[in-house]
């Protein structure tokens, strides 16, 4: 589809053109007339000047606005450029939000059951603190810098909290010096951790020079989770505007109010009281030691058919339901049902892969007796013990965790042929400085702000990658520069095409994978050297996409542009040194942490998902993992050619699969355009179940039903509602339901050693009845008897 802008000649019948009727939105020839997600998807970029069909039809005027309504349901179309943002105030809540949040919850990473405080918890406290500082402060001057500018504006609170947001998790690279301490022994001085740290969370950044052109500027580039907060922003500080809607009815204020108490005084229930509500796995209720019962209707190691929960915290673990378009949603759902619902079982019981001594699903490795991986028994001065390793056991993997990794294989060459596909056009031209996309009025908004010029970008990367240099010459990690070069040219050789994925779907396709199968073929047998290159090719892609986002958001919000560079680059220096601060506390300081049996429950849950990669990509590496007369995946390959595959020829399967598919269907809707299949996106297909496992289906089906009433019944039948609510009551569900989780942690779980209720009417069967299952216990289909295993005997 192509257009031109609109200009005053035939205004009338652009006018019938563009007021579209709610049902005709999401007709299946929408997209032909009216912009939508799944334009850029198709490669359709097209008009930037738009009739709102929610304006007041008796002005009779063309106002200008975004064309995708997903935009103008959340998003203002003016701005104040008085307005002030970077302000003491700003930076002063930002800074003390920068080093209590990242504080807090590197604090709680370590332990589980996990408390997370997400940026949303900040975007909701910085409201009433800043609006209390511009009441009771005095407007006065020091050192020329006024103490209060004012009343607490909008930009003061978005600076706030992206603050907040960039280093709200975890840094990445503190699970490296965790691992290197519980899993090898290893303590590298202070001023390594702190270079490592900084140079993985920071140099990501350098790229944000390049992303912003392909991933901030052009309309088409939605950004679907930054409408959620923008709708929260303008509904704190009570902003109107036409994209808010015509529907009658209580105010978005008054809305979001009721629905942000009744979703945190709900969560009580679940996450406290009735327990059994949050893991609804029914089928096992009635049959707890029935073991098919509970791998095909369990939520912990199961395949979760049973499909209920009453806890939103379990339905939006994937993403809010209500931020995703339906097709994409559409696209999860047919990976869900095909691969897990269907090929998983399959491969399951047929016992391929041994799988049958094994749970159907767990984020653990095993050993050929069914128990726990024992890496301790095959390191010898950090590297593998090749004899040790012949004498103990190969690693086994459970089936949804041998399943992700093969569609993580297909998924990296799949983005690379729908980037070539269906980006390659917008990309061409934007190189040529000729964007087919006009630009929309938020963009011609922001083009009053002085722009952050290109040498930032090129300062932090010098710094960053000098700190990794030293960090590798400096201490015997392993690591080698050229391997450094080529993890930060992964990163940035994925980061437009899965930036513009994300972009449009709500969805990132992780780089985790690639990264350790290449480290693990290039470098060999050495684990802190894998944990850095994944970190150094993951970790980079993913600041940079995040870095892009935040700009997104502030590009809504009509931030300049400088100050949005510096409050994150600043709060990143701040969170990660805060966060590497906690944990070397905590390791001096918290008697047996990481240990399973600590007594404070500090057992480094996330620590020992990473430390396990370390031993099945570094210690052990793919070369022993999947070569020939390996457990993988000789087994499901012979069904298609033979047993007598190197790892080479095995993985090459996987991402000819990956490739092809895109092919295959872009030839195919070439010659039938209209075909329903346009909407399969493969790179979607592909990384879905990437968080499976953990995840199951109580985090699936849950959160495509919401999608399903939502995005497709609500906004074809009840346009005006959607436009009006729909991210409002997103925003409100997902605050509320942090809100809830830190208040019953930090009043009833925490306090006294978590004795509360312990001995009370509250340890009943509703809290403790799907803990009585299989399913809880991870049991497989077929128990070995003690001394007994299974799989090859050499």
Known sequence: ?????????????????????????????????????????????????????????????????????????????????????????????????????????????????????GPVVAQLIAFPVGSTWARWVPNVSLFGVCLNPGPFTIKEHVLITIMAAVGSGSAYATDIVAVQKTFYDQSFSFPFQWMLVISTQCIGFSIGGITRRFLVNPPSMIWPNSLVSCALFNTLHSQSYAGVGKHPGMSRERFFLYAFLGTAVWYF?????????????????IAPDNVIVNQLFGYRSGLGFSVITFDWNQIAYIGSPLATPWWAEVNVMLSFTFFYWFLVPVLYYTNTWRAQYLPISSISAFDNTGKYYNHTRIIKDGKLDMEAYNAYSPLYLSTTFAMSYGLSFMSITATIAHAILHFSAPIKLHFKRSLREQPDVHAKLMMSYPQVPDWYYGCIFVVTFIFACVCIQCWDTGMEIWALILA?????????????????TNWQIGLNVITELLVGFLLPGRPVAMMMFKTYGYITMSRAIQFTADFKLGHYMKVPPRPMFWCQVVATLIAGTVQLGVQTWMFSHIPDICSPTQKDNFICAPTQVFGTASV?????????FFSKGQVYFGDVLSWYISRRLTAAAALIFFFVIGAACP????LFTRRRPNTILNYLSFPLIFSALGYIPPATAINFVPWAVFGFIFQFIVRRKHFSYWTKYNYVLSAALDAGTAVGVILVFFCLQYPLNGSIGRHSVLKWWGNTVFMETLDWKGAPLHTLSRGETFGPKS
Request: hydrophobic share 45%.
């Open 269 to 285: 229930v679940p996450g406290y009281l009735f327990q059994g509500l949050s893991y609804f796995s029914w089928a096992c209720w």
């Open 663 to 666: 092919l295959l269907l872009w």
């Open 1 to 117: 589809m192509t257009g031109t802008a609109i200009g005053e000649e035939g205004r009338e019948s652009r006018l019938s053109q563009y007021a579209l009727t709610e049902k005709s939105l999401e007709s299946p020839r929408a997209s032909q007339r009216f912009p939508s997600s799944f334009d850029l998807h198709m490669n359709r970029v097209d008009v930037y000047v738009a009739f709102d069909p929610n304006s007041d039809e008796n002005t009779g005027e063309l106002e200008e606005d975004s064309p995708y309504p997903e935009v103008r349901s959340a998003v203002a179309n003016f701005d104040d450029p008085e307005m002030p943002a970077s302000t003491l105030r700003s930076w002063t809540l930002g800074i003390l939000i920068s080093i209590l949040i990242p504080g807090m919850n590197q604090f709680f990473h370590f332990r589980y059951p996990t408390v997370n405080i």
């Open 488 to 504: 930060l040219f992964v990163a940035l050789l994925y980061v437009i095409p899965v930036g513009m994925i994300q972009a449009i």
């Open 616 to 624: 099945v990509w570094g210690l052990i590496g793919p070369n022993l």
